[in-house]
């Protein structure tokens, strides 16, 4: 039952890179990113289920914290830039350019 566990998270994982790095929509890209640590979660709690360890539902509790903190954070940094830019296009996102 494990490896069904691994597996779905793999795919997860899989599915959430190929976003952060084909999507061009900075919105998009935090979807991914949102997607590769639910997959990191899917496989914390997998690990502890059959590991027998609280080490894995702690370290998910935590993981699911930095998510959310990292959604708010992305978030408002593309609405900043949104109206600052108007576009929230990763090509034409030049603020830190030299």
Sequence with gaps: M???YLLVAAAVFAIGLFG???RRNA???LLGIELMLNAVNVNLVAFARYGGGVAGWILA???IAITVAEVAVGLAIV???FR???TVEADHLTLLRG
């Design 61 to 63: 509790l935590f993981t």
């Design 79 to 81: 609405i900043v830039i």
């Design 84 to 86: 600052v830019r108007r």
């Design 2 to 4: 494990l490896k069904a």
């Design 27 to 29: 919105v998009g890209i």
């Design 20 to 22: 952060v790095l084909t």
